[in-house]
């Protein structure tokens, strides 16, 4: 690894605190930072260099403490607001200390780790200061831009953005962070689909009766509210983690195993999803609120903001064209749980109709969250002098398998982002049709809004979802699984 600065941007928020320092500190204890880094916590509260230290030291887990402060001796603090030239202009000091202690001009890393309210204004002083430049070597040669989802809150929000980031960095230098696409069995669906011949001659229309896919989180908004209540579960999740489920599971196989080729064939699926216009929003795409959402803190009493979104859509490709996808996501679900399933095409063969053929034959389900994992569903005769029949499921997780885990989404990120590899990293045309379908949606809410006296339907805590989620899959003939 050769030697790095990253500067993260609101370095004394939640994001540092529960994601980047625990990948951080995990890929130090793995010796994988290498022998010479420099990380700078960049932030408006009146930290030193020792104290910044001392806050992130409470949030390591770890009893090794020599260990802890000897990663810490790589972290450093720069106070300074985001509109303020003058933090800018002494981090470009703190800066020019670290290339002369290397005798070389290192990589620089500057992550945003703020709302994205504030990446404007960031960028700006960026370009304005010529941080976005590194040390003088030219911009393209060693300085990179990590941004977290979302990227904008609407088509011509996100096409603001990107022309902000293409105006000062090359494509080459940006990386777009969806932390699903660094989750293990995301990227194995790959290999899994590509890998083995058994599944890729029935992975198409001919055989799959449906697709599923649930995202689903305990808890509610909890500190969050003013944010969330400003954004809303389709603009939150649906518009990046469920679109890279989505194209994961429907994109054809890329010519090789290389990052333009395999965003090439992500983008190319995530394209063909076919538009829901204004008007037909209502028929194919269900919004619900938990019961208790208006009572969170810092949430209007008359918020019609979405905590549960279900839809229904198509893929217009040869391999799933008039095949439906049923899409839900919600908070305040019974469970935490992210999952994929491929429903095949039940058979209903005569010859076993009178021993009570199930109504859902076979289903292979891809586990992203939690315990990671595969599982397919068969049906096996059940044990017994008289033929009867019954499904049952053969499956496997990581943990099992390979006793391992795998790496933490954030350290394969933060490793790709070090090595300059773009693979698992949101391209920008991606990012355009994803917001071009979202956009139709929140235009469609809007006109029924303004058509009518709106109200969502609300939902019950620990439930999954509104009674209008299961209509919606129902008319269809099918159900939720």
Not at 51 to 78: A, C, G, H, P, T
Not at 217 to 240: A, T
Request: glycine share 8%; proline share 4%.
């Amino acid at each position: 690894m050769t030697p790095f600065v990253m500067v993260v941007f609101g370095a004394t928020g939640d994001l540092m605190r529960n994601k980047l320092l625990p990948a951080l500190f995990s890929l130090f204890k793995k010796k994988q930072l290498g022998k010479e880094f420099f990380i700078i916590g960049f932030a408006r509260r009146p930290f030193t260099d020792d104290s910044f230290r001392k806050m992130l030291k409470e949030s390591i887990k770890n009893k090794d403490s020599l260990l802890v402060e000897k990663f810490l001796d790589n972290i450093y603090y720069q106070r300074g607001l985001f509109d303020d030239k003058k933090g800018y202009k002494q981090l470009i000091t703190k800066l020019n200390t670290f290339d002369k202690k290397m005798g070389a001009c290192i990589t620089r890393l500057f992550y945003l780790a703020t709302p994205p309210d504030n990446y404007e204004t960031i960028l700006n002083f960026l370009h304005k200061t010529r941080l976005s430049e590194g040390c003088g070597q030219g911009s393209s040669i060693c300085t990179r831009i990590i941004i977290e989802k979302p990227f904008g809150k609407d088509l011509d929000t996100a096409k603001l953005l990107d022309k902000k980031l293409g105006e000062i960095f090359d494509e080459k230098q940006i990386f777009r962070v969806d932390h699903y696409l660094g989750k293990e069995t995301v990227q194995n669906m790959v290999a899994f689909r590509f890998a083995n011949g058994v599944f890729e001659p029935v992975w198409n229309k001919k055989y799959i009766d449906h697709i599923q896919i649930t995202w689903a989180e305990e808890r509610g908004v909890g500190e969050r509210g003013k944010f969330f209540d400003g954004v809303g579960l389709l603009r939150d999740v649906g518009q990046n983690h469920l679109m890279q489920l989505i194209a994961g599971v429907a994109m054809e196989q890329p010519r090789s195993f290389t990052k333009e080729y395999l965003r090439d064939e992500r983008a190319k699926v995530i394209k063909a999803i076919r538009p829901i216009g204004k008007t037909d929003v209502s028929k194919f795409v269900v919004r619900g609120q938990y019961n208790r959402y208006v009572k969170e803190k810092d949430i209007p009493q008359d918020s019609n903001t979405e905590t549960f979104v279900a839809m229904k859509f198509f893929i217009d490709t040869p391999r799933f064209k008039g095949v439906p996808f049923y899409v839900r996501a919600g908070k305040n679900m019974p469970k935490n749980v992210v999952e994929i399933s491929i429903v095949f095409i039940q058979t209903s063969n005569i010859l076993f109709r009178e021993y009570g053929f199930p109504e859902i034959g076979n289903v292979l389900t891809i586990r992203i969250q939690p315990d990671e994992g595969i599982s397919i569903r068969i049906i096996a005769k059940k044990p017994g002098t008289k033929l009867a029949l019954k499904t049952v499921s053969m499956h496997f997780t990581y943990e099992e398998a390979f006793q391992t885990k795998g790496a933490e989404a954030y350290e394969k990120i933060l490793v790709d982002i070090f090595a300059g590899d773009q693979m698992l990293f949101n391209r920008s045309d991606e990012l355009e049709s994803s917001w071009e379908f979202i956009t139709k949606i929140l235009e469609g809410w809007d006109l029924q809004t303004r058509l009518s006296k709106f109200k969502i339907p609300v939902y019950s805590e620990k439930s999954w979802g509104p009674k209008e989620a299961n209509i919606l899959i129902e008319k269809d003939g099918r159900r939720w699984l």
